[in-house]
Each structure stands twice: as structure tokens, then as C-alpha cells.
T-cell receptor, first 112, second 111 residues
Framework: EAQVTQNPRYLITVTGKKLTVTCSQNMNHEYMSWYRQDPGLGLRQIYY???????DKGDVPEGYKVSRKEKRNFPLILESPSPNQTSLYFCASSFRRHNEQFFGPGTRLTVL | TQLLEQSPQFLSIQEGENLTVYCNSSSVFSSLQWYRQEPGEGPVLLVT?????EVKKLKRLTFQFGDARKDSSLHITAAQPGDTGLYLCAGTGGGGNKLTFGTGTQLKVEL
């Protein structure tokens, strides 16, 4: 089944404790991205990757890191999480940047 | 950064009513996508409109792209509880060469 998977689905952590949210897709998509979703603000792009080893900042990159060592994986790293990073995070993939986005199920992160 | 404003932000209606959701911007977009997101899930694409003035129908949902490609609307006829969800528009191009999501419209259809 074609899908985007994210782990964990739910995470409660404390300020400053490094964490990684994994994202994997099995559709051989070149383009992958991370979004955060907050009430009233829609989906805002954090980082995106056009292909392996090619990543760039989205609209709200501060406090986040990403890497794209393999085509299928695109982990999101929070080196020192803060409470303002409490949000619902989505990973998405597509063949090209402007094609249909396939979203993962989301990761709800709470930073205390 | 291009902005896509959706209205209304919230909409609660009874089953059988009609409704229209709007997606507006000051930027021109080369294409516009509409997604629906259900609780606990990621957004799922409903339709993509590309040509100014284009109208697409998906059962009881009608999507229209504005003539100037700066706005779009989603009209639902005879809404059903299964239409409940968050509707998001997303524009591509607009001078920024990226996909920009709108602020979303939360729709609740009650029996």
C-alpha cells in the first residue's frame, strides 16, 4: 500500500530534550516536506527536500533540522525543543514540488 | 510569502443545506488544490484546478478557479455529515514557486 508513515504519532517531552520524528514514504517520490499545523494558521512549511541530499528552508524553519540521506526517509530533528514548538506535525511527499501531496497521519508533539 | 485567506473559518450547518467556502489571495497562482482533512488524519487531495475560470465537479462538490487565478471557491450541495472536516486550499506558483496552504475552513454538518 502506497503510504507515508510517521513515528511517533504522539510525543510529550520537556524543554531542551532533543527529539527526532521519522518520516518514510514507499512511493519513490522525489519531493518531501514537513509542515506544522496550528489552529487558525493552516499548514506552514518547515523544511522541504527536492531530492537526496537537497534540502531547503520553508516558511518557519527556526528551531528545526532535517536530513535526506535516502530517498524514502526525511526525519525532522528538534535539537532543543521549546514550548512554542508544541504543534501537530505532518510529513508529506510528492513526485514533484507542485504535484499532489501525500500526507502522513501526523505527529502530535507537546513540549512542556 | 503569498497568503491564502479562507472564509469562513468555521461553518456549522444542518444536513441538506448548501454552502460555499472561499479561498482568496492577492497573488496569481498557476494552479490551486483543494484538500479535506478528517480528525486524526493528514489532508487528502480532492481536486486540482489549473485554468482561470475552470469548474470541476466531484459528486456534490463544485470547485471553481477565478478568472484571474487569484481566488477559488468550493460549493457543496445538500451537505451530509460525511462532509464534516477541515477544507484546505493550496496554491502553486504565485511568483514564489512553492505550494502555499490556506488558513482552512472547519466544516461541521449535523443531522
Amino acid at each position: 500500500e502506497a503510504q507515508v508513515t510517521q513515528n511517533p504519532r504522539y510525543l510529550i517531552t520537556v524543554t531542551g530534550k532533543k527529539l527526532t520524528v521519522t518520516c518514510s514514504q514507499n512511493m519513490n517520490h522525489e519531493y518531501m516536506s514537513w509542515y506544522r499545523q496550528d489552529p487558525g494558521l493552516g499548514l506552514r512549511q518547515i523544511y522541504y527536500s527536492m531530492n537526496v541530499e537537497v534540502t531547503d528552508k520553508g516558511d518557519v524553519p527556526e528551531g528545526y533540522k532535517v536530513s535526506r540521506k535516502e530517498k524514502r526517509n526525511f526525519p525532522l530533528i528538534l535539537e532543543s525543543p521549546s514550548p512554542n514548538q508544541t504543534s501537530l506535525y505532518f510529513c508529506a511527499s510528492s513526485f514533484r514540488r507542485h504535484n499532489e501531496q501525500f500526507f502522513g497521519p501526523g505527529t502530535r508533539l507537546t513540549v512542556l | 510569502t503569498q497568503l491564502l485567506e479562507q472564509s469562513p473559518q468555521f461553518l456549522s450547518i444542518q444536513e441538506g443545506e448548501n454552502l460555499t467556502v472561499y479561498c482568496n489571495s492577492s497573488s496569481v497562482f498557476s494552479s490551486l488544490q483543494w484538500y479535506r482533512q478528517e480528525p486524526g488524519e493528514g489532508p487528502v487531495l480532492l481536486v486540482t484546478v489549473v485554468t482561470g475560470g475552470e469548474v470541476k465537479k466531484l459528486k456534490r462538490l463544485t470547485f471553481q478557479f477565478g478568472d484571474a487565478r487569484k481566488d477559488s471557491s468550493l460549493h457543496i450541495t445538500a451537505a451530509q455529515p460525511g462532509d464534516t472536516g477541515l477544507y484546505l486550499c493550496a496554491g502553486t506558483g504565485g511568483g514564489g514557486n512553492k505550494l502555499t496552504f490556506g488558513t482552512g475552513t472547519q466544516l461541521k454538518v449535523e443531522l
